[in-house]
């Protein structure tokens, strides 16, 4: 069963289509890697998914329901996290904070419970303290609850921000990027993490990522864009194999 199913999807900017009648779909439980040289459209799809960009046409199918009918506030709310290539963490707030504030779009006291401090409010409140905690420490983040984001590590901030997706109770995870910036070591860890995270959270993972060892590792699915078009979709052995893909890494895949 497809847990998103992209069909037809068309975007322009301009002159220039970014997107041009993509379809694909990704299974329930799966990580699924989308790939493809820079400019592919693989970010731009991202945003048409967690409602950033409008699409021209197309339909995206989320739990078998137009996503497309719902604003771009409530993706959050309808199950789908997201990471960013560019990490948008709130960096003079503490990691708990920043974690906290992945889990209001579960909350539903609202403005005036909050305001005079109902016991509803007050409930939500500790469980979202709660929550916030059990990822730190799924995440391996304790030490840090405590600090300001913008004292961290890079590669410690990416892990507040996957926590604080984590946060919202996403069944759809998109990951932009996570191996950005990160040494051998740390990629290593990222993609057992991200394994890990799958079977306990039961994820379904959309990934982008450069990182093609990191990719063909975790991946049960592969999808490759190349100028906006899906060139191959199937196993990570399929995909890699691809004369189409070759020809759009100029052969480097391979070497990777």
Not at 61 to 80: E, M
Not at 129 to 156: C, Q, Y
Not at 189 to 205: D, M, N, P, W, Y
């Amino acid at each position: 069963m497809s847990i998103l199913d992209v069909q037809d999807l068309t975007i322009r900017f301009g002159g220039v289509t970014a997107l041009d009648d993509v379809s694909f779909e990704v299974p329930e439980g799966c990580v699924c890697g989308l790939i493809g040289p820079n400019g592919a459209g693989k970010t731009t799809l991202f945003n048409c998914v967690s409602r950033l960009y409008e699409c021209e046409s197309g339909e995206i199918a989320f739990g078998g329901a137009s996503l497309l009918a719902h604003p771009r506030h409530r993706v959050a709310g309808l199950g789908i996290g997201r990471t960013f290539q560019n990490l948008a963490l709130f960096r003079s707030m503490s990691v708990l904070d920043n974690v906290m504030v992945g889990h209001h779009s579960r909350t539903r006291a609202g403005f005036l419970a909050n305001a005079l401090r109902l016991p509803r409010a007050g409930r939500e409140d500790r469980a979202t303290h709660d929550k916030a905690l059990s990822l730190i420490a799924a995440l391996g983040l304790e030490a840090h609850a405590a600090t300001l984001v913008a004292d961290l590590p890079f590669g410690t901030q990416k892990r507040v921000e996957l926590a604080r997706a984590l946060a919202a109770e996403p069944k759809l995870l998109l990951l932009d990027e996570p191996a950005s910036g990160l040494n051998h070591e740390e990629v290593e860890a990222l993609g057992t993490l991200v394994q890990e995270l799958r079977s306990r959270f039961s994820l379904t993972v959309l990934l982008v990522e450069h990182h093609m060892g990191l990719v063909m590792r975790i991946s049960d699915r592969v999808v490759a864009l190349n100028f906006g078009r899906v060139i191959a979709e199937g196993t990570p052995d399929e995909v890699q194999r691809h004369p189409d893909v070759v020809s759009a890494y100029l052969g480097t895949l391979n070497a990777a």
